[in-house]
């Protein structure tokens, strides 16, 4: 039994007594034996712990067995908006949702069969519902009590609305971010495909005036079309440059990762490159000539693509009469690290911050020289989709080292770096194919300027003979009643377009030999929508080069006679 004494200097003094009869041996009562025990400070440790419990933030509730509530603290009233009372005594499913509290039936059910606790110590989110029925989510962590064979469970519940509104918020935010990004990749990448039409015919007429024999232009036209081509090349590069981001921006550039031989790549770029340093004096070194350095995985023709952008800028950014120097090494954790160092204009601190922002052109030394601000953004993705990394140093006025670091490749079996080179050194003028044969070639166009462009082309082959139709219908038809040596298939036909021409001519037994080569203003575009069961010769993108052209055109026509 306990006692709670008042001393005589006002202190609360606990006392617990236990006494027992002591019998005669008749069985009666002698006396009764026993012992005080002043219990003063387990009793206050047992209130400061009913004082913790009742004060937590998070609701306390507490069970036995069966599911039964045995006590909760006041945050688990304000929570559940329950007075004590109306809880204790009653089953705890009372606090969930229909289908949550068939839930934990099953779990005290299964805990009761099997002794085995899931949840215990482990915590989980949860379903909870208040008195006005409303439910929550929390966050629920139990613990199981074992006194006296008597098995309870303390569940400490938090309300997690307001992390969960959060999460839920930022997904919505997320997504919405990503449609957004989507939506101007796409407005970008039609917007290019617009440009690139208009601006093939620019380009194509361009080249036809200046390679034009029987009327040869003037001086002043000669500097006239050099200013169109500049032009139409700096909106192609720009067009290029922001379908390419654009792409990357949405996920949808492959690259096609190798093992490439570091040494033979740069120096393709450095020849490259020389050619402009040259023009202003500029002195490139090509460092990594005479080393041994480890081969690198990469897409070789993006790391191509990447050397120049650093080479050009480097020769664009640099004071005449500068300096070069392009090297590489090995570096740990098994990379390699190409710097282009230059002794150009450098960059600013202000500058160096935005550097691989898009559209950034820094400083007002870059006004005359030609360029987008794309390229490095570019790069730098490019770089990081190879798994490698990018970065720079940068003095004003003194000049720039800006690197890449590639991962080494251990495989040897995918080396491609001595595959052949292509030789596209053909004349823009003379015989295609074999010169003793004559071709009937087909172009199914309905753009006339670039229809125009390429019977120009044509008028300059001697053995060859270009007819033009401008639909797919029809040039399905010439197909079958002429069987021409090859077909130029634009894709973006009106009405049915050239993937589904090209489709037809193959299922036919009449004109399924015949090569197609696909023009398109987007590859990307025209390769995307290309089913399995069609096969292009090759792919050609508008605005096309007119030698590239000649020497495709000469490809298709010479494996046809292999
Ligand atoms: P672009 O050269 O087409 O303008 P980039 O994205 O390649 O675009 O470069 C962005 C800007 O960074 C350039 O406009 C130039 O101001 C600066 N920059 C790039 N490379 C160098 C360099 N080697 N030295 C100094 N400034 C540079």
């Known amino acids: 039994m306990r006692y709670r004494f008042c001393r005589p200097d006002g202190r609360i003094i606990h006392l617990f007594e236990e006494t027992e009869p002591v019998l005669n041996e008749m069985g009666k009562v002698v006396f009764y034996q026993g012992a005080t025990r002043d219990i003063t400070e387990m009793v206050s440790t047992e209130q400061r712990y009913q004082a913790v419990v009742e004060n937590a933030v998070e609701a306390i509730i507490s069970i036995n067995d069966k599911g039964i509530v045995q006590s909760l603290n006041r945050a688990a009233e304000r929570l559940f908006q329950y007075s004590v009372d109306e809880v204790l005594g009653r089953n705890v499913s009372m606090l969930m949702p229909e289908e949550e509290a068939g839930k934990h039936d099953q779990y005290l059910q299964h805990y009761l069969d099997t002794r085995e606790a899931h949840i215990i110590g482990v915590g989980r989110e949860v379903e909870a519902r208040r008195k006005d029925g409303a439910t929550f989510p929390a966050f629920l962590s139990v613990n199981k009590l074992e006194v006296g064979g008597e098995v309870s469970f303390t569940g400490l519940l938090r309300d997690i609305s307001e992390q969960k509104e959060a999460e839920t918020s930022l997904i919505l935010a997320k997504n919405e971010a990503e449609r957004a990004n989507r939506a101007k990749s ?93 023009d202003r004096g500029i002195h490139l070194t090509n460092a990594v000539e005479d080393v041994t350095l480890p081969k690198v995985r990469a897409d070789i023709t993006r790391l191509k693509q990447v050397l120049l952008n650093l080479l050009s800028n480097a020769v664009k950014y640099n004071r005449d009469a500068g300096h070069i120097t392009i090297d590489a090494a090995k570096i740990e954790n098994d990379f390699v690290r190409i710097s282009v160092t230059d002794t150009g204009i450098g960059l600013s601190e202000r500058e160096k911050k935005k550097i691989f922002e898009p559209f950034e052109r820094l400083g007002k030394q870059t006004e005359d020289i030609e360029g987008t601000g794309i390229g490095l953004t570019i790069t730098k993705q490019l770089i990081e989709m190879m798994d490698g990394d990018m970065g720079f140093e940068s003095e004003l006025g003194e000049g720039s080292v800006f690197w890449i670091e590639l991962p080494i490749s251990y495989d040897v079996e995918r080396d491609h770096s001595n595959r052949q080179k292509s030789d596209v050194t053909q004349s823009y003028v003379g015989s295609i194919g074999n010169p003793d044969s004559h071709y009937d070639i087909l172009y199914v166009e309905d753009n ?20 033009v139709v401008s639909d797919a219908r029809s040039g399905i038809q010439y197909a079958k009643d002429n069987h021409p040596h090859l077909i130029m298939m634009d894709i973006n036909l009106p009405g049915m377009n050239g993937v589904e021409a090209t489709k037809v001519l193959q299922r036919n037994k009449g004109t399924s030999h015949i090569p197609v080569i696909a023009i398109s203003a987007s590859i990307w575009r025209a390769r995307n929508g290309i089913a399995e069961d069609v096969e292009f010769f090759e792919y050609v993108e508008k605005p096309f080069d007119l030698t590239e052209i000649r020497d495709i055109v000469d490809a298709a026509l010479k494996s046809k006679e292999a």
Request: glycine share 4%.
């Open 186 to 278: 796409e407005f970008l990448s039609s917007m290019s495909h617009e440009l690139r039409t208009p601006l093939n015919a620019v380009l194509g007429f361009a080249q036809m005036l200046e390679f034009n024999p029987d009327e040869p232009l003037t001086p002043t036209q000669q500097e006239s079309v050099n200013l169109i081509k500049r032009g139409g090349n700096h909106l192609l590069t720009l067009v290029n440059e922001v379908l390419e981001l654009a792409k990357i921006e949405a996920g949808r550039l492959d690259l096609s990762m190798e093992t490439v031989d570091l040494i033979a790549t740069i120096e393709e770029c450095a020849v490259i490159a020389n050619a402009t340093a040259t």
């Open 448 to 467: 006339k300027a670039n229809a125009q462009l390429m019977v120009k082309v044509f008028d300059s082959i001697p053995n060859a003979t270009l007819s």
